[in-house]
């Protein structure tokens, strides 16, 4: 069965850390681009992060460039996103996705993406 599964969520104070991490299990990484997507309350699931699976881009949205960094450990199956300097609005339901896709193409749009993970909620509040 083909599956993510993310951990590391929880609640943080303005400024401050938490690294992401998700597991694939029942498929490699290797040859499938990634990303990393969030939802807020009554808004729409946005990327936060995407790369190939040559690790082309990585792209990043103004709202988290310089904040947030993706990167992935293939031989561990593993993805990760840091994310530093977090704020208030950061707040929300984070996802990890991936799509089978050699070469160098990263999608930040969520409906380009196969496989998904159920989401750890990161609350960002003093």
């Known amino acids: 069965q083909l599956q993510l599964v993310e951990s590391g969520g929880g609640l943080v104070q303005p400024g401050g850390s938490l690294r992401l991490s998700c597991a694939a299990s029942?498929?490699?990484?290797?040859?499938?681009?990634i990303g990393w997507f969030r939802q807020a309350p009554g808004k729409a699931r946005e990327v936060v992060s995407c790369?190939?699976?040559?690790?082309?881009?990585?792209y990043y949205p103004d709202s988290v460039k310089g904040r947030f960094t993706i990167s992935r450990d293939n031989a561990k199956n593993m993805m990760y996103l840091q994310m530093t300097s977090l704020k208030p609005e950061d707040t929300a339901v984070y996802y990890c996705?991936?799509?089978?896709?050699?070469?160098?193409?990263?999608?930040?749009?969520?409906?380009?993406?196969?496989?998904w993970g159920q989401g750890t909620q990161v609350t960002v509040s003093s």
């Open positions: 029942g498929f490699t990484l290797d040859g499938f681009a």
């Open positions: 790369i190939s699976s040559t690790n082309v881009g990585p």
């Open positions: 996705a991936a799509v089978g896709s050699w070469g160098d193409s990263f999608y930040t749009n969520p409906d380009e993406y196969h496989y």
